[in-house]
């Protein structure tokens, strides 16, 4: 009986303190479980409030304009919690701001993907889908948001200008098939001004315009496909291209280092940039030459260009090294029968009234002492220009027609209209030993006396620079007559001395 009793106790003893430990077990599992859960909470506070502030931070930034420093703020609250939407929606915001569309798309949706609901982004969504021409997804996000809000008359109007524009760009591209070019752009610009981030239609207006042969608005529409497009080195080639086509060597250069940018071992890139460099480097020579007046420089690289541009890309280059030729070859004094030559070459070859060839070549005339021909040039070019130059060149060769009529200086020392100051005074000395007065040998001393003062005369003028310069312009600054009427009181010359009423006295200087 007392073992029965024992044994019993013992059992019940054993079972009540399993029931314990079990109990204990729960408890402590309980226990952690609500820990976990406190500090779970604890956590997830954190985490909200890093991410509002964050969040407010980048809004305080965004509405200063400081598009990087709010960008980075939305940066890392995506980065604190990859579920928020709000972050999401605020960075696409901030792409946008900056032009990056292609980086705003993925943002807005998954925005729609967190929170399906949420009008603003679907509309954001449809919006930058119009702009880049995709109008079929656009269509789908306007919609959707009707469907949550069927009164919401922003989505009604964004869907219908999303038909219209995508029914012209079907117009546009039947009347590109048919070759009416014209009516092509007409419609694609209107679609382009609400769609300005659509490359196809860009594309499509560019090749309509080099087929119309407006080329420079061709590129315009390529340099806006060249940054909606990561790495498009193609576009940056074409665009090179087709500046080199317009005589643009500089911004040709630019764009085709873009592509090497991109990619280094663009064949084609390399083999035009190559080109375009010792193109562009030679004309920015002659720019310089001509801006330091040297001649000589600026004809060696007008002449190493025409080496240069052979192909039939070059023609303008061509016509430009020609027509630097002309000006450097009037400006510099050159043979003036070979800078006439220069000049006609260029206005024949070319068919062109350049005001700048034109001028050249009546300078020309004028050490040719073609004065007919240079009036003409002068008139032909104030045609086209109407400068102080042409009217000033107009006035001067008008001068040397009338001082035909008057005494040359150059005829009379028998020298060009180019001669140095050396040159003048060689013939000057020739001619005064030959007709002084005192050692002329022959019988009219009168002649000799005239003629030795018109002598005496064009030395005076000719070795005098600012004298010299102003008969160049068709002045006579000996005559008294003319210096009267520009005001300019007559000194009076004599090249045997005063005179004082004693007749001539001759004195025999070489200087």
């Known amino acids: 009986m007392l073992l029965n009793i024992f044994t019993y106790s013992s059992e019940h003893f ?38 509002n502030d964050h969040l407010e931070k980048g809004k305080k930034l965004l509405a200063t304009g400081q598009l990087s420093d709010a960008l980075s703020h939305f940066h890392s609250a995506i980065d604190v919690d990859p579920r928020n939407y709000l972050a999401y929606f605020r960075r696409a915001t901030v792409y946008l701001a900056m032009g990056k569309s292609k980086s705003a798309l993925p943002d807005l949706s998954k925005v729609i993907e967190l929170k399906p609901d949420f009008i603003a982004a679907r509309m954001q969504r449809g919006n930058v889908l119009l702009k880049q021409g995709d109008f079929d997804e656009a269509k789908i996000d306007f919609q959707n948001v009707l469907k949550l809000d069927s009164s919401n008359s922003e989505a009604h109007h964004q869907l219908d200008l999303t038909v219209q524009m995508n029914e012209k760009v079907q117009q546009a591209e039947n009347l590109y098939k048919n070759n009416d070019f014209t009516k092509t752009i007409e419609l694609l610009s209107d679609v382009i001004e609400h769609c300005p981030w659509a490359i196809k239609l860009r594309e499509l207006r560019a090749n309509s315009y080099l087929t119309l042969g407006d080329t420079l608005k061709a590129v315009n529409d390529l340099k806006a496909t060249s940054k909606l497009i990561p790495d498009n080195t193609q576009a940056f080639l074409k665009i090179s291209q087709l500046l080199y086509l317009m005589g643009d060597a500089d911004d040709s250069l630019i764009n085709i280092r873009e592509c090497l940018k991109l990619d280094p071992d663009h064949k084609e890139c390399h083999i035009h940039y190559i080109k375009v460099k010792k193109l562009a480097k030679q004309l920015e020579i002659i720019r310089d030459a001509i801006s330091q007046s040297n001649w000589n420089e600026c004809i060696e690289k007008a002449r190493q260009i025409l080496k240069l541009s052979s192909d039939s890309s070059s023609s303008i280059f061509v016509y430009r090294a020609q ?79 009338k001082q035909l009529k008057k005494r040359d200086y150059y005829k009379i020392l028998g020298v060009r209209r180019t001669a140095n100051k050396a040159e003048i005074l060689r013939a000057y000395r020739k001619l005064a030993v030959k007709w002084h007065p005192d050692k002329y040998e022959g019988d009219d001393k009168k002649k000799a006396e005239k003629v030795f003062i018109d002598i005496a005369a064009a030395k005076e003028v000719l070795t005098d620079q600012e004298k010299r310069a102003r008969f160049d312009a068709g002045e006579d600054p000996l005559d008294a007559e003319e210096q009267a009427q520009h005001h300019n009181p007559f000194h009076g010359f004599s090249p045997f001395g005063s005179g004082n009423g004693q007749g001539f006295s001759f004195r025999f200087h070489f200087n």
């Open 323 to 401: 027509s630097s030729l002309c000006t450097c070859m009037s400006r510099g004094k050159y043979s003036a029968i070979e800078t006439i030559q220069q000049c006609t070459e260029v206005l024949d070859t070319y068919h062109t009234s350049d005001a700048e060839v034109l001028i050249s070549r009546a300078e020309a005339y004028i050490l040719n002492e073609n004065y007919e021909a240079a009036l003409a040039d002068f008139q032909h070019a104030h045609e086209t220009e109407d400068s102080n130059r042409v009217h000033d060149g107009i006035k001067r060769v008008e001068k040397l027609i």
């Open 14 to 51: 054993t079972f009540r303190c399993t029931n314990f430990g079990l109990y204990l077990f729960i408890f402590s599992i309980l226990s952690n479980f609500l820990i976990l859960c406190v500090k779970g909470n604890e956590n997830e506070m954190k985490t909200n409030d890093i991410v």
